[in-house]
C-alpha cells in the first residue's frame, strides 16, 4: 500500500511508448503548436489542453517539466499532500509543474477514466534524473481535449465525482 504522500501525487504509468525512444530528437506536438491550451467549460476542470490539429495514434506530445523535488521536499512544500501539478517520475523524482511561465503545457492534460494519451518515465543515462514523455493512446480529432488516467493511487481519498471526469 502505498504511503499517504504517494496518494495525492499522479502515480507512475508503466505503458511503454509506441514511439522509439529517441523522442529527445523528435518534434513534438508542443514544439509545433498542435495542441492549445483553452478553458473546458467544467469548473471542476478549469483549463485543459487540446488538440489543434490531428494527432496520430503514437504521437510524440512532449515532455512533462517543471522543478524537480525528492519526496523531502515534495512533502515539505505541500505538507496537506494536495499538489495539484506534481507528477511522480519515481519514489523519490517529483515533477512540480505548478509555475507555469517554466513547465511545459502538458500540466493542463486533464483526468479521464477514457484516456486518449498516457505518459512513459525513462531514465536518463548516468543520471538519477528521468524523463517523462506523453504519447496519444489513439488518433486525436482537432478540437478533442488530451486526457489521461491519474491511476487509482491519485483518487485515493478522493471523489472522482467531485474533480470530474473529463468524459
Wanted: net charge negative.
Amino acid at each position: 500500500m502505498p504511503s499517504r504522500s504517494q496518494q495525492r501525487r499522479l502515480p507512475l504509468q508503466s505503458a511503454a511508448p509506441s514511439a522509439d525512444t529517441a523522442a529527445a530528437a523528435t518534434p513534438s506536438a508542443l514544439s509545433l503548436g498542435l495542441v492549445e491550451v483553452r478553458d473546458t467549460g467544467c469548473p471542476t476542470r478549469g483549463h485543459g489542453l487540446f488538440a489543434a490539429a490531428p494527432l496520430p495514434d503514437g504521437a510524440y506530445l512532449g515532455d512533462y517539466t517543471g522543478e524537480v523535488l525528492t519526496q523531502e521536499e515534495y512533502l515539505a512544500r505541500y505538507p496537506d499532500e494536495d499538489a495539484r501539478y506534481v507528477l511522480a517520475a519515481s519514489a523519490d523524482w517529483n515533477i512540480d509543474a505548478a509555475e507555469a511561465g517554466s513547465s511545459s503545457l502538458l500540466r493542463y492534460v486533464n483526468h479521464s477514466s477514457s484516456p486518449n494519451c498516457y505518459y512513459h518515465v525513462e531514465r536518463v543515462r548516468r543520471s538519477p534524473a528521468r524523463r517523462v514523455s506523453f504519447y496519444t493512446l489513439r488518433p486525436v480529432r482537432p478540437g478533442e481535449e488530451l486526457l489521461f488516467d491519474y491511476g487509482k493511487e491519485f483518487w485515493r481519498g478522493r471523489c472522482e465525482e467531485q474533480v470530474g471526469d473529463g468524459t
